[in-house]
């Protein structure tokens, strides 16, 4: 059974949207990124154990990711994304207060265009700083994610990888899940607006099922 979702990446210029997208899906970090230009598109296909029940055997989900540029000339491209997205991954820098800051005012972006519909996720990334880098803690992200009601909270490191995993595998189950819930688990998204047209890049695959290891302990949802 396969079910598709429309994730959209929102956050500042230079946080590691990019970067995030692309450790989930080549598992490579590359220090020398371009800004993005207006958006991109990949797609990957998880695959996950049965439903709630465990009894309706393998689930197949495909993310449909779409990076979005951080930069202001680019902001009037980015609600029409936004609107029939499932979806959106709000990514804030720990090491810049102004990026964290900025996430009220993504937020308020996807109510604007999505109301309640969409899942909300928000990402501390580089985790892998050192501390005296740090200009926001994880209890803040946490805190702001509880309070802006968002479905869950993750710090991530693009560079080595932290979190990573953990995180699309958290947020494939959540889809699953809200599928089930919504009877919607016949391949149409998460029963708010249906599968979301794609590109056609062919969709690469990663089992959830395997242990990401160490970094599998990094997940903090709130």
Known sequence: MLTKHKIVFLGDQSVGKTSLI?????????????ATVGIDFLSK?????????????????????????????????????IRDSHVAIIVYDVSN???????????????????????????????????????V??????ALCEELGCALFFETSSRSGQGVVPLFKKLSLLLTERDDSDGHGNGNGSGNGGACAG??????TIDVGVNEGSAA???CSC
């Not at 692309?22 to 371009?34: A, I």
């Not at 709630?52 to 930069?71: C, F, H, I």
């Not at 207060?97 to 604007?112: A, D, K, L, M, P």
Request: net charge negative; hydrophobic share 25%.
């Open 45 to 81: 296909t998880m695959y996950l154990d049965g439903g709630n029940s465990g009894e309706d055997g393998p689930r197949t989900v495909r993310l449909q990711l779409w990076d979005t540029a951080g930069q202001e000339r680019f902001r009037a491209l980015i609600p029409s994304y």
């Open 97 to 135: 207060r102004g990026s964290f800051e900025s996430v009220r005012r993504w937020c308020q972006y996807v109510h604007e265009e999505r109301g309640d519909d969409a899942v909300l996720v928000v990402v501390g990334n580089k985790r892998d700083l050192p501390s005296t880098q740090r200009c």
């Open 22 to 34: 692309t450790r989930f899906m080549y598992n490579t970090f590359d220090t020398h990124y371009s």
């Open 199 to 204: 590109g056609g890049q062919a969709a690469t």
């Open 217 to 219: 302990g990094e997940q």
């Open 137 to 142: 803690t994880s209890d803040e992200g946490a």
